[in-house]
């Protein structure tokens, strides 16, 4: 059993900057890839950023250039970093870890950018 901790979230102006974190319960995140995605009101949840345990990362099209996605094996957690916040980038961020047998998920955390 993984559990997933989200945090970070807040209300920030278009233009800005926000960290999110997620701490993973137990040493078994080394192993995960583990994955950010966002669930928009009205919409889909959608991909965000994914890392691999290797460290290979790939973004959806409308956050390359903004947002940066990082793992710390040694502190078992990882970080979104979004840079140039738009609307559009409003949704709460969902955290998750893939291993072999089973997909976990965080709780989630919101974020809110204003115009």
């Known amino acids: 059993q993984v559990q997933l901790v989200e945090s970070g979230g807040g209300l920030v102006q278009a233009g800005g900057s926000l960290r999110l974190s997620c701490a993973a319960s137990?040493?078994?995140?080394?192993?995960?890839?583990m994955g950010w995605y966002r669930r928009a009101p009205g919409k889909q949840r959608e991909m965000v950023a994914r890392i691999t345990s290797g460290g290979s990362t790939n973004y959806a099209d409308s956050v390359k250039g903004r947002f940066t996605i990082s793992r710390d094996n040694a502190e078992n957690t990882v970080y979104l970093q979004m840079n140039s916040l738009r609307p559009e980038d409003t949704a709460v961020y969902y955290c998750s870890a893939l291993l072999p047998w089973s997909d976990y998920w965080g709780q989630g955390t919101q974020v809110t950018v204003s115009s």
């Open positions: 137990n040493s078994v995140f080394s192993i995960a890839a």
